[in-house]
C-alpha cells in the first residue's frame, strides 16, 4: 500500500510543480487580459490533471461513458447559448477538488470556477495555484466542523466577482456540504445560502456524484493512491429559469426549495452508485 501512495506522492508533486511553472508564465505575458491568463492557466491545471491520473495505474473510474458525453455536450450546448450551470459534487475526499479537472473536456473546465476555503490559498506550491487559475475563496471566521460563519464584508467583495463571471455562460462548480463528509453515503445538510446565485440567475444544476473517493484517498490520509475503483455519474438535477425580479423573501423562499431539492436527487444517485458498487 505504501509503494502506491509513494508514486501518486511523487507524480503529483511532479504535476503540480509542472503546472505552477506554466501558469506563472502565462500570468507574465503583458498583452493577455487577466480574464484569458487564468482560462488559459485553467487548461493548464486540466491537461495536467488528465496526464497525472493516467500515471496511476492502480485507479480506475467506473462509468457510462457514452451517458457522460452526451451529459458533457448538454452543458457545452448551455455554455454556448450564454446559460451558465451550477455544478454540485458531493465532497468525501480531498480527491474530489481534482475530479473535475480529470474527467470534464478541457474546453469546459476553462469556463469553470469554484469556491475554496481561504485556508488553501496558503498552501505550499498548491495555493499560488487556485489563485492563478481564478479560484475564488471562502472567508470562513471558523475553522470548527460544521461551523459556516463567513466574514460578510470580505465575502461580498468576491461574490460581486463571481456574479460578473457566471452572467457569461459559465460553470461554477460547488460542494453544497460545505466539508469533507464523514459519513460518505449519507448527504449533509445542503447550504441554503449557496443557492443564492443559481436562484436569481436561473441557472441549470448538475450533479457529478462518486463513490469510493475516500477509499482512494481517505478522508484523515496525508496523501491518497490507494488501489480502488470510482464509481461516477453525472446528472441534470433541475431545469433553472429566470424567475423575474425577486426580493429578498423571494430569493430565500428559492434557495430552501433548490437546497432540499438537490439534496434529494443528489442522495438518490449517491445511494445508487453505492448500492451498483456492492452487487
Avoid at 38 to 47: A, Q
Avoid at 114 to 120: A, D, Q
Amino acid at each position: 500500500m505504501k509503494g502506491y501512495t509513494t508514486w501518486f506522492q511523487i507524480c503529483i508533486s511532479v504535476t503540480f510543480i509542472q503546472i505552477r511553472l506554466w501558469c506563472e508564465l502565462i500570468h507574465l505575458l503583458p498583452c493577455l487580459s487577466v480574464t484569458t491568463k487564468e482560462r488559459l492557466s485553467m487548461n493548464v491545471l486540466c491537461v495536467f490533471l488528465k496526464i497525472f491520473i493516467q500515471t496511476q495505474f492502480q485507479v480506475k473510474f467506473d462509468m457510462d461513458r457514452a451517458r457522460m458525453n452526451k451529459s458533457w455536450n448538454l452543458i457545452r450546448s448551455s455554455l454556448n447559448s450564454g446559460k451558465s450551470v451550477f455544478l454540485l459534487m458531493n465532497h468525501v475526499s480531498k480527491l474530489d477538488g481534482l475530479l473535475m479537472a480529470m474527467l470534464a473536456p478541457v474546453d469546459i473546465t476553462a469556463k469553470c470556477k469554484t469556491y475554496m476555503n481561504i485556508r488553501l490559498f496558503q498552501a505550499f506550491l498548491t495555493g499560488r495555484i487556485w489563485k492563478l487559475v481564478g479560484h475564488l475563496p471562502v472567508h470562513f471566521k471558523s475553522d470548527e466542523h460544521g461551523v459556516f460563519k463567513v466574514d460578510r464584508e470580505k465575502q461580498a467583495v468576491v461574490s460581486k466577482k463571481l456574479r460578473g463571471f457566471m452572467e457569461t455562460g459559465k460553470i461554477l462548480i460547488f460542494c453544497p456540504e460545505g466539508q469533507i463528509n464523514k459519513n460518505p453515503r449519507n448527504l449533509q445538510p445542503f447550504r441554503r445560502g449557496s443557492f443564492a446565485l443559481p436562484a436569481e440567475l436561473g441557472m441549470d444544476i448538475w450533479a457529478l456524484t462518486t463513490q469510493n473517493c475516500d477509499g482512494i484517498w481517505p478522508r484523515k490520509a496525508g496523501m491518497g493512491g490507494r488501489p480502488g475503483s470510482i464509481k461516477v455519474a453525472l446528472k441534470k438535477i433541475h431545469n433553472g429559469k429566470v424567475n423575474g425580479k425577486m426580493d429578498a423573501d423571494d430569493i430565500k423562499e428559492e434557495c430552501k426549495v433548490l437546497a432540499e431539492k438537490c439534496q434529494q436527487s443528489m442522495q438518490q444517485e449517491v445511494s445508487k452508485l453505492y448500492l451498483e458498487a456492492s452487487s
